[in-house]
């Protein structure tokens, strides 16, 4: 992952069908999208891991039809654009392990690099064969024919290279791909094949206001036997989507695209690639990368973009298109209902009878528990809660969390327990039965629930309203959440959730002490030296120092294996310096003592 509603993709980089999409040729653009916002963000271990998981390359499976030398160039071309699209994203933090490979690779290919900008996100191979780096550039010899000279070549039995060409060609040049389309048809009938990469290649032209609804005119033409062939049909889904997400798209017009969107659904709606099943539960990733999905998302986005009111329902003839996308429960409208789950909340606040009676049924585990898990996952994808949906919702939310659905759930379980902690602060504690929310929180895993305690330090210390007091969230909503739902049981406490603890009570003010006595209970203490260049950097070193020691005191171990032991004196000296009768505290003892003894 990840694709945001509207306009960019969150991905996830696991396998998806029988290819990990990481590694997905036909998602090639969102996957660089991806990494290219992701880089930046990741810290040191995230780093460490994806860059291992891509050295490690593709799965050896997937170029298997090649010969060997071509076989061990492409899988190394496609561990270097990866690589290569990474460093460049964030040139100021160099990843030592990620410049070691890049090296290697330049040294057996010292001739390659990757497009400039966004052109390296877009695919150099083609979905019908892998294109050999000194092969001789189809696009630029098709550029320089003639209209019947391409009919000619794409009459040949052999014409793979021929199409790659033509798909990287023909946003450049409308009136040639518009002879050629007509001639093929007069010459051997629909095409689909031509029409398919014609479509593809048109993906990015969509996005763009007049040429753009050019495009859209001619998806709304295209001939109803391609329309239900479903390559054409799914290359055009994602034609639309491009042009419905696009910044431009207001510009465009509406009628043409609606034609279009209509051309396309019976095509989709026989393409037996939605109902495919994830290997790994990822039902988000299977939604993202279908035909139905991505056509569920250019609905999605052109809803946005007529800007409904609260309440104001949707229009009849939206109305019509939203259920047919959403299906009778057939699997291959899944991934359409996966996308919708993403935008539940914006749905329900439209329109709650169209919702309540098409899309919430899906929700219900006891129903289809497939169905159920695939929705959640959609849901968990672009979580959000009001009060009204809650109170719809709230039940089947909280079956999410048995302990068999949480395994399936996989990543997804981290923003749905989030969302469960925005429920209690921000809807009510009472909304929330005490009992099954501590079991939800007691059957989760460490870093599920170091999740939430994250999400709770955000409320503390970013709030939409900056003039918010940290004390006053504190008293009023975190402290009585925490003593209302967070588990006593000291065998679930890990080391994982010590550092959002500490930064927990750190971002309090004068309501540190009694945080620190809150959180406390809860800190398991261990390799959590990290928190220490926090704690020191702390005023409540000087304000409260008491109380700091207290909770070094918590989440610090004697046995732990790594040590910032200049941050440790440095929080030691500046306690002592704000109360000198902490000298003799047992805690401070002990720890001055263990420093000294390093030396």
């Not at 460490?48 to 899988?75: C, K």
């Not at 030592?96 to 191979?125: C, K, N, T, V």
């Not at 019947?148 to 023909?170: K, S």
Request: glycine share 6%.
């Amino acid at each position: 992952m990840p694709k945001d509603l509207p306009g960019t993709k969150k991905w996830s980089i696991s396998s998806m069908a029988n290819v990990p999409a990481l590694w997905d040729i036909s998602a090639r653009k969102e996957v660089y999208d991806l990494l290219v916002a992701l880089w930046p963000q990741l810290e040191e271990d995230a780093r460490n891991a994806l860059v291992e998981r891509i050295a490690a390359g593709p799965p050896e499976w997937m170029s298997d039809h090649l010969p060997e030398a071509d076989r061990d160039q492409l899988r190394a071309r496609r561990v270097f654009e990866r690589l290569r699209i990474m460093q460049r994203s964030d040139p100021e933090r160099p990843h030592a392990a990620m410049e070691a490979e890049l090296a290697r690779l330049r040294e057996r290919y010292p001739q390659w690099d990757i497009a400039p900008g966004e052109q390296a996100h877009f695919s150099f191979y083609s979905q019908s064969g892998w294109r050999a780096l000194d092969a001789v550039d189809d696009k630029r010899r098709l550029q320089a024919m003639t209209p019947a000279e391409i009919v000619e070549e794409l009459a040949a039995e052999q014409r793979e290279d021929t199409l790659a060409g033509w798909r990287e060609m023909v946003a450049s040049d409308w009136e040639k791909m518009m002879a050629v389309l007509r001639d093929v048809a007069d010459r051997t009938g629909p095409d689909a094949e031509l029409w398919t990469a014609t479509l593809w290649g048109l993906r990015t032209k969509a996005a763009t206001p007049t040429p753009g609804e050019d495009v859209l005119m001619l998806v709304a033409g295209i001939d109803d036997v391609l329309a239900r062939d479903p390559s054409v049909s799914s290359a055009a889904a994602y034609v639309l989507e491009s042009a419905a997400s696009s910044a431009q798209f207001r510009e465009m017009s509406t009628e043409d695209f609606w034609r279009a969107f209509d051309t396309v659904v019976p095509g989709v709606a026989q393409d037996d690639t939605n109902s495919r099943r994830p290997d790994d539960h990822d039902w988000v990733a299977v939604a993202i990368n279908t035909s139905m999905g991505n056509l569920a998302l250019a609905f999605l986005n052109a809803l946005f973009a007529s800007r409904l009111v609260v309440g104001g329902g949707v229009p009849a003839d939206l109305t019509e298109r939203f259920v047919r996308l959403i299906g009778a429960g057939e699997a291959r409208h899944r991934p359409a209902r996966v996308v919708f789950a993403s935008r539940l909340s914006y749905l329900f606040a439209i329109d709650p009878d169209l919702t309540r009676l098409h899309l919430l049924p899906y929700f219900r585990w006891e129903r289809d528990e497939t169905e159920a898990l695939a929705v959640w996952q959609g849901f968990g994808w672009q979580s959000h809660l009001d009060p009204l949906l809650w109170n719809e919702i709230k039940t089947e939310f909280l079956a999410c969390f048995q302990e068999d659905r949480i395994n399936q759930l996989g990543e997804t379980v981290g923003p749905l327990a989030q969302a469960l902690t925005a429920a209690g602060l921000h809807i009510g504690l009472d909304d929330l039965p005490r009992q099954a929310t501590q079991s939800a929180i007691r059957r989760m895993g460490p870093e599920t629930r170091a999740g939430m305690l994250h999400w709770i330090v955000g409320a503390l210390t970013r709030g939409d309203d900056r003039a918010v007091d940290p004390d006053a969230v504190w008293a009023e909503k975190v402290k009585p959440w925490i003593q209302k739902f967070w588990p006593r049981d000291p065998q679930i406490r890990s080391t994982t959730e010590a550092r959002p603890w500490v930064e927990m009570a750190l971002a309090t003010n004068e309501a540190f002490e009694d945080a620190v006595a809150t959180v406390s209970q809860f800190i398991h203490p261990g390799e959590n030296d990290f928190v220490l260049g926090e704690l020191a950097n702390s005023g409540h070193l000087n304000a409260h120092p008491r109380s700091a020691l207290r909770l070094l005191d918590a989440f610090l171990s004697p046995n732990a294996q790594f040590w910032a032991f200049d941050d440790l004196r440095r929080v030691l000296d500046s306690v002592l310096a704000s109360d000198f009768t902490l000298r003799d505290d047992p805690a401070f003892a002990r720890w001055d003592g263990f420093e000294r003894a390093r030396a």
